[in-house]
Every structure is written in C-alpha cells, then in structure tokens.
C-alpha cells in the first residue's frame, strides 16, 4: 500500500510568489493534516481536513495560506504570496476514521519550501 | 510555556548504550502519547503510543508515561547504528491534532 506522497519534495521561490504545495493520503483515509516546521522550531499543526471540510485551521498562521481538499482527496496547499518566514518544510499526515481512540497519523515525506 | 518540552540534545552514544529521552507536557487534558522516529529527509514514523500512565515495551524500546508529574520517556536498549535518527515525543489532545516537542538528535556511533 503506498504511503502519503507529497510534491514537489523541494520548492525554492522568491519573495512575492505564489507556491502549491500537494498532499495524497492514503487510500482511504479521511482524515488528512498538515502540519510545518519552520527553521529550529517544533512541528506544528496547520488545519485538519475531514473529508472535503475543515475540521480544524486554528494552526493557519494567517490568510495569505489556503488550503483545499475538493472531492475529499488529495490536499493543496497555497501559499499567496510567499515571506521569507514561510520558509521551512510542510508535512501532510493522514489517518482512518475511526470511532474513538486513536488513529495513526502517518506523515508524508515533507515539501521542503524556501522563500528567498 | 510551551505545551511540549524536549531535552533538545543532541545525544551521542556508543552502540550497545542504553539511550534515555525525556518529554514534559503541561496540559492534563493530553490524552495520547506518542514518540516518532523521523531520518533526514524523510517524515516521522510512529515507534510507540501510550494513553495511560506506565510502561509499554516493544523490542528494545520503552515508553514510560507519569501523569502526575507530567513526563514521558521513551528508552532504547542495546542501541545500534540504525537508531540513529531524530526523535520526537508528540502529545494527542481531543481535538485530535499532534503537539510536538522540538525533537532530540541521537547518535549511536559503531
């Protein structure tokens, strides 16, 4: 079974521009998430999708960032337009629906994005 | 504060060495704990989770958890080469999303 795949794995742009960054969970999973690690800090949580809605965005840092999952699939997200802070690398995770508990998240590969 | 503190390392061990790695959260309301093992390049994957205080071995790693003082560990036994890896105690809470700490790096050096 393949894994969460993310692209592009690297993004180099300049100040100003605009970046989509693509997330495919796993087969199955409706739970999607992205999560970021800026330079020397932790992983943070960005938004969780599930399905096609926003569960939680409380992480979005601002609304320069957008983030869409039409049809319940595949994720993008859209940085408009890129700072220099946004530099760092993007992680998707996702997980099954499940009834309670805990569900695995598994972590794609990471976007590694800079912001020149 | 932050939610999740990470003795942030970096740690260097011979091989063979018993390896210890230590968490503190401050929100009682975390429900899971998890430690993930990331390699360069690639995304965290998932060694162990726990929800209750205790131990929980798998192999040669364990996963300790006190909730009354707040702290996770994760040991390692008879470390080897290939356990080295950045290594990341992450705390579920009901709104079902990670709270990491800032990751310690681990060197098992042959």
């Known amino acids: 079974e393949a894994g969460v795949t993310q692209f592009p794995s690297h993004s180099v742009i300049e100040k100003g521009q605009t970046v989509t960054l693509r997330c495919d969970p796993i087969s199955g999973h409706d739970n999607l998430y992205w999560y970021r690690r800026v330079m020397g800090k932790e992983i943070k949580f960005l938004l969780h999708f599930v399905k096609e809605s926003k569960q939680d965005e409380s992480g979005m840092p601002n609304n320069r960032f957008l983030a869409e999952r039409t049809g319940g699939t595949y994720s993008t997200l859209k940085v408009q337009p890129a700072e220099l802070e946004d530099s760092g690398v993007y992680f998707c995770?996702?997980?099954?629906?499940?009834?309670?508990?805990?569900?695995?998240?598994?972590f794609g590969p990471g976007t590694r994005l800079t912001v020149l | 504060q932050k939610e999740v503190e990470q003795d942030p390392g970096p740690l260097s061990v011979p091989e063979g060495a018993i390896v210890s790695l230590n968490c503190t959260y401050s929100?009682?309301?975390?429900?899971?704990f998890m430690w993930y093992r990331q390699y360069s390049r690639k995304g965290p994957e998932l060694l162990m989770y726990?929800?209750?205080?205790g131990n929980k071995e798998d192999g040669r790693f364990t996963a300790q958890v006190d909730k009354s003082s707040k702290y996770i560990s994760l040991f390692i036994r008879d470390s080897q080469p290939s356990d080295s890896a950045t290594y990341l105690c992450?705390?579920?809470?009901?709104?079902?999303?990670?709270?990491f700490g800032s990751g310690t790096q681990l060197t098992v050096l042959p």
């Open positions: 726990t929800y209750s205080s």
């Open positions: 992450a705390i579920l809470g009901s709104a079902r999303q990670l709270t």
């Open positions: 995770a996702s997980s099954p629906l499940g009834t309670g508990g805990y569900n695995e998240q598994f």
């Open positions: 929100n009682s309301a975390f429900q899971y």
